[in-house]
């Protein structure tokens, strides 16, 4: 098996060594990251200038930095060599909720998805210290055993895994839809000019089967994904109400 493995808190991140160290045992790494920290990117993709790779030591592993976004990691990660699964992770931070929608972290794992391929992004919350990865491998390696061992590899195409520090189980999960404030807190600089932080405090409890609620639980989080966004329930009920001319 091939692996390309990307990440969007940059290609010297322990995270991503973490992974690749699992990720070895499947098959071929090959890593290719964005050269600095890109969290909370999304899903942008650099179109107006063109984008420079190093190759770059990372342990003993070929591996690529790019002064670019991790979707641009992916699509070159791919074009460099074909791959048939895109790992992304493991992040710095849960990508869990409405964080999936800022996630560079996700975008990685969805540009994979894109273009015909596998992605499956990993996320891991920090506290006052770095993860204690090696804890944690033997919880990641179960996690691709069990998707990249899957028959039917199209039904898990794209999945958003999510790992609490000492997990005592999988869960499957459905993403939460919480709402936030979306505060602006006014600060100043040192000179006194003004700033501002956006806060994204959650407005709704946890709900009970959520990835939230997975991971709160102690559960590694896993969560199907899907590139339609369509609210199909909506799409008919606006059909019904006005139908298309
Ligand atoms: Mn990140």
């Known amino acids: 098996m091939r692996l390309l493995l ?9 995270g991503l060594l973490a992974l690749a160290h699992v990720a070895r045992r499947f098959g071929d790494v090959r890593i290719v990251a964005p050269d600095v ?18 190759r770059t030591p990372i342990a003993d592993f070929e591996a690529y930095r790019v002064n670019g976004t991790p979707a641009d990691c992916v699509a070159l990660g791919l074009d460099m060599g ?11 931070g849960p990508n869990l909720g409405n964080a999936m ?3 560079g972290t996700l975008a990685a794992a969805k540009q994979a998805a894109l273009l015909g391929r596998r992605g499956i992004a990993l996320s891991t919350p920090v506290g006052d210290d770095e993860p204690d990865f090696a804890a944690l ?59 501002s932080w956006i806060t994204v405090r959650p ?3 946890v709900e009970e089967g959520t990835d939230l609620w997975a991971v709160r639980e102690g559960y590694v ?4 994904l899907r590139l339609d966004l369509t609210d ?10 006005t139908p298309s001319a």
């Open 37 to 54: 920290e890109q969290s909370s990117m999304g899903h942008a993709i650099t179109h107006s200038r063109p984008l420079r790779v190093k």
């Open 232 to 241: 199909a329930a909506a799409l008919e009920a606006a059909r019904a109400r």
């Open 221 to 224: 989080s896993l969560t199907p």
């Open 101 to 103: 929608w800022h996630s």
């Open 203 to 205: 407005l709704e409890e």
């Open 6 to 14: 990307a990440n969007d808190d940059g290609v010297y991140s322990p």
């Open 82 to 92: 074909d791959a048939d699964v895109v790992l992304s992770g493991i992040n710095l």
């Open 137 to 195: 491998a033997p919880h990641v390696t179960r996690v691709l055993e069990l998707l990249l061992s899957d028959a039917d590899a199209s039904a898990l195409a794209l999945v958003n895994v999510n790992f609490p520090p000492a997990p005592r189980g999988l869960c499957w999960a459905r993403q939460a839809v919480q709402h936030y404030d979306g505060v602006v807190v006014p600060v100043k600089d040192p000179f006194g000019r003004p700033l």
